[in-house]
């Protein structure tokens, strides 16, 4: 070893170290929020934190403070984030002590970090993947040493699923990646024998392609020497690894949940400190005690006068609450040619299938992802087909069933500078994937502080149509809508899907596309509406802009009412209008995106006909359908002369594959017709 690096490792191990003490001396200060620390940790973390370029991206945990300090971040910097300030550096004061983002060109990249354990592996080997994608098209930098990613995981995280995807899809396709699983015998209170069937080496052996060390990672030298050569490996031969780290954990599990209230190993614990073992490396190597003592001295000194400066820094203001929760998308504006002369009319599957087909020939950061949407399918829609053809088998492909995998893996993709549009297979099997679009797509940019916004598209095949049963018909927006920090669309014809298609491409935040299959081929009867003359390449239908379908004006002697619908809804609606003759006593708003919403142009129409009936496909209890509804009511209501309704299916639990039982839950055209009767008669 080196001796300036065994000066550098002890003196950011004494920096840890004494952050970790002057947080317990002045526990009531700092524990307002809950933070861990890296106490027993920090050999294994500085090993690596020492030997990453500025071209790799590390995704650290939360106990992994040593860590960050051997990227360069000074305890200031740290400290902000433990006390919540306005100037910390990783979130402006909206996330836990060591939940790092961090985008600085001399260090290494860090995409937001969330405390959902074991959640961080899957975007992690997202950024792998996108490094491997990128070198497969000539998009990387050549000039530099190869990148890698890290993910650093604690051994109870890795008995979570989507661990296993991770592992999987790294082990797979090769993927420049190493997992550091840090091993402390710990989850809470429970231990290892109590929760984990092997370790995180061992488990790693059922992976083909993964090779796997183990390690004493309370040893500084051993660590910095194992490490090297495995990111040596990595960098050269783009393959993935794992390395298992012993260690001792010589401090709570967080500050809310004390050691001492549960654990019977802390004098054996204290035995492995890995602050003795290289206090005495460095004495081996020709240190002297004074200079040793030096570099603690000096280490505590910066702690102690980086703590009292981080108490007096500034908290955030009332304001800060609203900045950053999505980036600014440069398409507002309607553009390009909707229906060109002498164009065809298509079906709405094939004006999707164009849209994306345009986009990867315009951008080679395009690539398409997911089940079954490779090349000897092209999508159980056919919405896929021909692309894999037409553009390889790297930038269309299928991935195994990992539906989590698919989602999250994009926040990776879109941290080294990729656009994924990825497909989960039907709507009913979005549910393994809620986690990562949750958790870790829609909060990244908010919880970054914008300096990380996942810039992705979701397809999602979605609604009941010819008999597809309880597995393959269900209608979830109202569960999505909840989840703040992502886009969705929602359109009920092929025109209005390219535009939107081409909007949330060109839009830096996360998109989720809700596609109604039923309207992709336009087989259900009533639903030629769905069929588009196909918009030319540059066209683009910005969100939050609703279309007034069928506009009417304002009567004076004739009850009116608008119908607020959207997706298959929008031509339940054109349908009972038409057949009840109504075209001039009903306006119909077709949302095209449920967020943003515009909700503009509903007020504005419902306080002209002073009626309101919202029609939607889901069960309409606890829905997005009858929360519209009761937020048109409240700001309509001295202008509506009836009760704002909804109809939408029964409130079953599932959707029946009896053909008769289907059309008996879902709603219909003559359903809609006499929700219509009603209301104008109220």
Not at 157 to 181: C, D, H, N, R, W
Not at 378 to 388: M, S, Y
Not at 554 to 581: C, D, F, P, R
Request: with cysteine; charged share 25%.
């Amino acid at each position: 070893m080196k001796k300036e690096t065994l000066k550098k490792g002890f003196s950011k191990l004494c920096t840890a170290k004494a952050m970790t003490e002057l947080y317990e001396a002045n526990f009531k200060q700092v524990s307002k929020y809950v933070h861990a620390t890296s106490r027993g940790h920090e050999a294994i973390q500085i090993a690596l934190g020492l030997q990453l370029l500025p071209q790799d991206y590390a995704f650290p945990y939360y106990r992994d403070d040593a860590m960050l300090l051997s990227f360069g971040l000074e305890p200031y910097d740290l400290m902000l984030q433990l006390l919540a300030k306005k100037d910390d550096p990783f979130s402006a004061g909206r996330s836990y002590y060591s939940h790092p983002s961090l985008k600085d060109d001399d260090k290494p990249k860090i995409p937001h970090q969330s405390s959902a354990t074991g959640m961080q592996a899957i975007p992690a080997t997202g950024v792998a993947m996108g490094m491997q994608y990128k070198e497969l098209q000539g998009l990387n930098d050549s000039s530099i040493d190869n990148p890698i990613s890290v993910c650093s995981l604690g051994d109870a995280s890795v008995t979570e699923g989507e661990i296993a995807e991770a592992f999987q899809m790294a082990a797979l396709k090769q993927m420049p990646i190493l997992y550091l699983v840090q091993d402390n015998g710990w989850d809470i209170s429970a231990n290892a024998a109590e929760t984990r069937a092997q370790n995180a080496y061992e488990y790693a052996q059922g992976f083909h392609g993964l090779e796997a060390i183990t390690i004493d990672g309370a040893n500084f030298t051993e660590s910095y020497e194992a490490l090297e050569k495995v990111i040596e490996t990595i960098r050269t031969e783009r393959r993935p690894f794992l390395v298992h780290a012993k260690v001792p954990l010589l401090n709570h599990h967080t500050s809310g949940v004390r050691m001492e209230w549960y654990r019977d190993d802390l004098e054996e614990a204290r035995s492995r400190d890995p602050y003795p073992v290289l206090k005495q490396q460095l004495v081996d190597a020709g240190f002297s005690e004074t200079e040793i003592n030096e570099i603690e001295t000096s280490a505590y000194a910066e702690v102690q006068v980086d703590f009292e400066k981080a108490l007096k820094a500034e908290d955030p203001k009332p304001e800060d609450l609203f900045t950053n929760d999505f980036i600014t998308t440069p398409i507002t504006e309607e553009k390009g040619i909707r229906a060109p002369e002498g164009a065809e009319k298509v079906v709405m599957v094939d004006c999707a299938l164009f849209a994306v087909e345009e986009l990867m020939k315009a951008h080679k950061e395009c690539l398409l992802y997911g089940q079954d949407v490779g090349g000897r399918l092209g999508g159980v829609f056919r919405e896929a087909a021909t692309l894999a053809q037409k553009f390889g088998d790297d930038r269309v492909f299928n991935t195994p069933i990992q539906e989590a995998f698919i989602v999250g893996s994009t926040v990776g993709m879109s941290a080294v500078g990729l656009k994924p549009i990825v497909e989960v297979q039907f709507a009913d099997y979005i549910w393994p994937g809620l986690n990562q679009l949750f958790t870790e797509v829609s909060r990244s940019c908010y919880l970054s502080n914008g300096k990380w916004p996942v810039s992705m598209i979701l397809r999602v095949p979605i609604g009941a149509y010819g008999s597809g049963g309880p597995y393959h018909s269900s209608s979830v927006e109202s569960v999505i809508t909840n989840i703040r920090g992502i886009k969705i669309a929602y359109p009920s014809n092929g025109a209005d899907l390219k535009g939107l298609m081409k909007a949330a491409y060109y839009d830096p935040n996360p998109v989720v596309i809700l596609e109604h299959k039923g309207l992709y081929w336009s087989k259900v009867p009533g639903t030629k509406g769905a069929t588009s003359i196909e918009p030319s390449e540059d066209y683009v239908l910005p969100f939050g802009k609703a279309w007034v379908l069928q506009e009417i004006w304002k009567q004076e002697k004739l009850e009116t009412l608008t119908i607020v619908t959207y997706g298959m809804g929008v031509h339940w609606a054109m349908n009972a209008s038409e057949e009840l003759g109504m075209q001039n006593q009903i306006e119909i708003i077709d949302l095209r995106t449920l967020y943003p919403l515009d909700e503009d142009t509903i007020m504005t129409s419902v306080k002209k006909t002073g009626k309101c009936l919202v029609v939607t496909e889901e069960p309409s209890n606890n829905s997005f359908a009858r929360a519209l509804a009761g937020k048109i009511q409240e700001e309509c209501f001295k202008y509506i002369d009836a009760p704002v309704m909804t109809i939408g299916s029964e409130n079953m639990p599932a959707i029946p594959l009896n053909s008769t039982l289907e059309q008996t839950i879902i709603p219909s055209t003559e359903k809609v017709k006499v929700k219509i009767e009603a209301l104008l008669d109220y």
